[in-house]
């Protein structure tokens, strides 16, 4: 099973801001298939990233994914108010589907 | 708009059963994969169990559900089924539907199954 380490667990920034998460994978992630997701409080996930860099229909480009083999990141080029949540990665190249543990973005 | 809507969840005594339904709009449910994926209380996300489109020939299970948990979907209907038996109480958890087989690109707003005597 391919272990998904997300850092850092609690990332603290001000809006206007850039956010860097990060995703690391115990083994290779085949095809670079791997996705982002956000989840707000008491709200389902909502897919930004597919395929570590294809943004899913509607997202703001303010988000980037980029990496490949083990190393992932996502970016948020500025912070929004509405950017605030919990985000997971999801690799999906190798059964099974396994998720990261979540970075909690948080305002500082 | 494309909506995935589920239904079934509740409180089951452990080792009792229930089934999850998940109503589809908005696009033809019969192309596309649906699965789905699980949030215990306070927790993270753990994908369960996906089903191919059109005839559902290819289905994947996680090792915790496998052998209790059986997916299905009537394409006459625009719903996808989550079969669960043998519940146990790590079963507990918010049940999400997601619009895909690999990543889910839609996602209901979940049904919270909560298995305890």
């Known amino acids: 099973e391919i272990v998904l380490t997300q850092s850092p667990g609690t990332l603290s920034l001000s809006p206007g801001e850039r956010a860097t998460l990060s995703c690391r994978a115990s083994q290779s992630v085949a095809s670079s298939y791997l996705a982002w997701y956000q989840q707000k409080p008491g709200q389902a996930p909502r897919l930004l990233i597919y395929?570590?860099?294809s943004r899913a229909t509607g997202i703001p480009d303010r988000f980037s994914g980029s990496g490949s083999e083990t190393d992932f990141t996502l970016t948020i080029s500025r912070l929004e108010p509405e950017d605030f949540a919990v985000y997971y990665c999801q690799q999906y190249g190798t059964s099974p589907k396994t998720f990261g543990q979540g970075t909690n973005l948080e305002i500082k | 708009e494309v909506q995935l809507l589920e239904s079934g969840g509740g409180l089951v005594q452990p080792g009792g059963s229930l089934r999850l339904s998940c109503a589809a709009s908005g696009f033809t449910f019969s192309r596309f994969a649906t699965s789905w994926v699980r949030q215990a209380p306070r927790k993270g996300l753990e994908w369960v169990s996906s089903?191919?489109?059109?005839?559902?020939?290819?289905?994947y299970y996680a090792d915790s559900v496998k052998g209790r948990f059986t997916i299905s979907r009537d394409n006459s209907k625009n719903t996808s089924y989550l079969q669960m038996n043998s519940l146990s109480v790590e079963d507990t958890a918010v049940y999400y539907c997601?619009?895909?087989?690999?990543?889910?690109?839609?996602w209901g707003q979940g049904t919270l199954v909560t298995v305890s005597s």
């Open positions: 997601a619009k895909g087989y690999n990543y889910g690109d839609v």
């Open positions: 395929g570590a860099s």
């Open positions: 089903i191919s489109g059109a005839g559902g020939g290819s289905t």
